[in-house]
């Protein structure tokens, strides 16, 4: 339990908020020239980092805006939040 | 076996006021090298050594615990039992396990209170009246025992129940397994520590694997806090901790870990005398031993390693179980803890070599690797030791997730994942 800097609304509750698993992953430009294994990849597999973690999250329950959140998952430490489509922070 | 307890054995050490037990697990240094090793002291981790040794003739193995044996998921589940899935791969792994539970104290000549008491699964909409159904035929025809109980049934099972028309989420009736119920989980990590201790195997706690070194595609050994130790197999059962070895060896899983939270009451007398789950309101019960009211809870929605989990996630749990029992509305509650559990997309378990040689993974067993226990044992020692999975855990590999072949038990198992 946390509380989340909400890039368009401020700070709030993290049960405003869902959690959109790990970011940064890249939809394929070309999905019908995948293998098998690389959809696999892009589909399942995940670093699930015990550490510092780059993250998409959800205001569903406030502006319904999406973001990233760079998050510590050992001590749900938030480091940075960011918009869509801006750099993430280099750690 | 050495030290077999029994009621002579407990009158024979009464006369010398219990202080001359031997110890049931010996405190090993690692040796330099051993024929395999299992990461993680858990109750699957030491069930796969016991089978290792017992089943398969392997007794220069090493089971590696960073803390001390049972202190992680072992330790902080509820303890249901239950075979009741719909789907035949997931049927056939549950109730394995569940046949064995029902011998295991004899087997290891160690109590771990197994109680058949009944896990029954509330229906509060027509589709799950529907679903459940459904997976009680399905049950029946893998040999399963299931029944379909109507509202006045449940009551009947359950009578401190609020069957009442008029609640949020109203009872239509449920499903009960007789065979299902609790055991010990402290007893059945110990229980298997000590048969595996017996038959050779070193059980080493505080000792964090750190790395794991490959020659190519074939694993040589664990580089450890106890220094390193050589190896050709190594079984991973870590949990929630899976991805994190996995990352040691250069692999990635389809997993993620999340806080999974439970709670006990103060402890009241007899109330509720079997396990009561329900699954679109995501709340369940049941009454160890000692009184207390044993409540799981659900998953936060993130990846973390806190072993804490949100309030707002008990909160939801706790008016669930206010609606359905009313009379424990005053009740106070003791404690509260999380677990990390490692869950699959199709929250079905890995049993599974890899594509490197010698390297075994076990985990995904998300919010119910408890009741599988002995059984994930018993088919991950079959599959190391043959390099090989038994025909029950062939469905459960890692390549799945490639081939598209899942065992989607995502709301189809009796409890919301």
Redesign the interface.
């Known amino acids: 339990?946390f509380l989340i800097n909400c890039p368009y609304c401020g700070e709030r509750?993290?049960?405003e908020f869902?959690?959109g698993?790990e970011a940064h992953i890249i939809r394929p430009k070309q999905p019908t020239e995948l293998s098998?294994?690389q959809?696999?990849?892009y589909?399942?597999?995940?670093?699930?980092?015990?550490g510092v973690?780059f993250?998409r999250w959800n205001h569903a329950h406030g502006c319904r805006k999406w973001f990233n959140m760079v998050r510590d998952?050992?001590?749900?430490k938030i480091h940075a939040v960011y918009k869509m489509g801006e750099k993430p922070p280099v750690e | 076996m050495k030290n077999k307890y029994s009621i002579f054995s407990l009158i024979k050490n009464a006369f010398s006021q219990h202080e001359n037990w031997k110890q049931a697990w010996g405190d090993p240094e690692p040796k330099r090298e051993y024929e395999a090793i299992i990461i993680g002291g858990g109750g699957h981790g030491l069930a796969t050594a016991y089978y290792l040794a017992k089943k398969h003739n392997m007794r220069n193995i090493a089971v590696l615990e960073k803390g001390w044996i049972g202190g992680g998921n072992t330790g902080r589940n509820t303890t249901i039992i239950r075979s009741n899935y719909l789907w035949d791969a997931s049927a056939g792994l549950y109730d394995h396990a569940l046949k064995i539970w029902e011998n295991l104290s004899q087997e290891l000549n160690y109590n771990i209170m197994f109680s058949q008491r009944g896990v029954m699964n509330l229906a509060h909409n027509l589709q799950d009246v529907r679903d459940l159904k459904r997976r009680t035929h399905a049950n029946r025809l893998n040999g399963i025992d299931a029944v379909w109980l109507n509202t006045n049934q449940v009551k009947e099972f359950c009578p401190i129940i609020n069957t009442s028309p008029d609640i949020r989420y109203p009872i239509l009736g449920g499903t009960l397994q007789r065979r299902a119920g609790t055991a010990r989980h402290d007893a059945v990590a110990w229980g298997y520590a000590r048969g595996a201790d017996e038959m050779g195997v070193d059980i080493i706690q505080n000792c964090e694997v750190k790395g794991i070194k490959r020659n190519g595609d074939q694993v040589e050994g664990v580089e450890t806090s106890k220094g390193f130790i050589k190896t050709n197999k190594i079984g991973v059962v870590a949990a929630g901790?899976s991805?994190?070895i996995a990352?040691m060896a250069g692999l990635?899983?389809?997993?993620?870990?999340k806080p999974l939270q439970a709670l006990v009451s103060e402890p009241v007398k007899p109330i509720i005398d079997t396990v009561v789950m329900s699954n679109a309101v995501h709340a369940y019960v049941s009454q160890s031993d000692k009184g207390e009211l044993v409540i799981g809870a659900g998953t936060d929605?993130?990846?973390?390693?806190?072993q804490?989990?949100?309030?707002?996630v008990v909160e939801g749990t706790l008016k669930a179980i206010l609606e359905l029992y009313p009379i424990f509305s005053r009740m106070k509650m003791l404690r509260q803890w999380g677990g990390i559990v490692?869950i699959c997309?199709d929250a079905s378990p890995i049993i599974s070599k890899t594509n490197i040689k010698g390297l075994y993974f076990n985990c995904g067993w998300g919010t119910g690797g408890f009741k599988a226990t002995p059984g994930s044992g018993d088919l991950f020692a079959h599959t190391i030791a043959n390099d090989e999975p038994h025909k029950l855990n062939a469905a459960f590999n890692l390549n799945r997730?490639?081939?598209?072949d899942l065992v989607d038990e995502h709301g189809a198992a009796a409890v919301a994942h």
């Open positions: 339990m509750d993290q049960s869902s959690c698993g098998d294994d959809w696999a990849e589909l399942f597999m995940r670093k699930n980092i015990k973690q993250e998952t050992k001590n749900d | 901790h991805s994190v990352n990635k899983l389809p997993l993620e870990s929605a993130y990846v973390s390693y806190t804490r989990g949100s309030h707002d490692d997309p997730f490639v081939s598209g």
